[in-house]
């Protein structure tokens, strides 16, 4: 069975753009959750989609916003990019919502110049 | 928001060692996973624990969910050069509904092993 997978693995953006991320969960599973990975601040949780809404969303603005298709493939956005935004962002996959084990992607390396 | 604290930060031992961390929380967890990740991967999932107390094993890892649901425990026996990489541990907190319910992180455990 494959594996999470995103796109694109790379990206460099500047500030003020916008990007988007994609992610495939396993086949079978319908919960997407979004990490953000820094060295300051570790793993931390952007939101999470079950059956194409969002169920839970973490303490990051506005600018970050994602959606889920109903084939569960997600997408992540974020917009007006900030230096602060460089990351690798992570997308996580479960069959049901919480209660079960996530699996991760390998993830999105972003970086704003 | 919730915090877990993980330590050591970083362990540098010796080939055939074993290797103990752990996490703490001042909340309770209803789930604690154990992570590796290397560089340029994801987070690979190592052990999940369900239940308090509960000891669970995955070759030469053992996890253990804390009696009071606040900590959780990582061994490593008998360490290889390609257990190097960084643990994570995560928790998942009782359901809150406050909105913010993704799982938790600690900093993580460097391990470096020295043939």
């Known amino acids: 069975k494959a594996g999470v997978t995103q796109t694109p693995r790379y990206l460099i953006k500047t500030r003020g753009q916008q990007v988007t991320l994609s992610c495939s969960p396993i086949?079978?599973?319908?919960?997407v959750s979004w990490y953000q990975q820094t060295p300051g601040q570790g793993l931390q949780f952007l939101f999470e989609y079950f059956s194409e809404t969002q169920r839970n969303k973490g303490n990051f603005p506005g600018r970050f916003s994602g959606r889920q298709f109903s084939n569960s493939r997600s997408e992540m956005n974020v917009s007006t990019l900030e230096l602060g935004d460089s990351a690798l962002y992570l997308c996580?996959?479960?069959?049901?919502?919480?209660?079960?084990?996530?699996?991760f992607g390998p993830g999105t390396r972003l970086t704003v110049l | 928001g919730q915090q877990l604290n993980q330590s050591p930060q970083s362990m540098f031992i010796q080939e055939g060692e074993d290797v103990s961390m752990n996490c703490t929380s001042s909340?309770?967890?209803?789930?604690w996973l154990w992570y590796k990740q290397e560089p340029g991967e994801g987070p690979v999932l190592l052990i999940a624990l369900y239940k308090a107390g509960e000891l669970t094993s995955n070759g030469r890892l053992t996890a253990q969910f804390g009696i009071t649901r606040k900590d959780s425990f990582l061994n490593i026996s008998a360490s290889i050069p390609s257990d190097v990489g960084i643990y994570f541990c995560?928790?998942?907190?009782?359901?809150?509904?406050?909105?913010?319910?993704?799982?938790?992180f600690g900093k993580g455990t460097h391990l470096i092993i020295q043939p």
């Open positions: 086949s079978g599973h319908r919960s």
């Open positions: 909340s309770i967890f209803n789930t």
């Open positions: 995560a928790g998942l907190p009782l359901y809150s509904g406050g909105g913010a319910d993704g799982l938790t």
């Open positions: 996580a996959s479960s069959l049901y919502r919480r209660t079960d084990t996530q699996y």
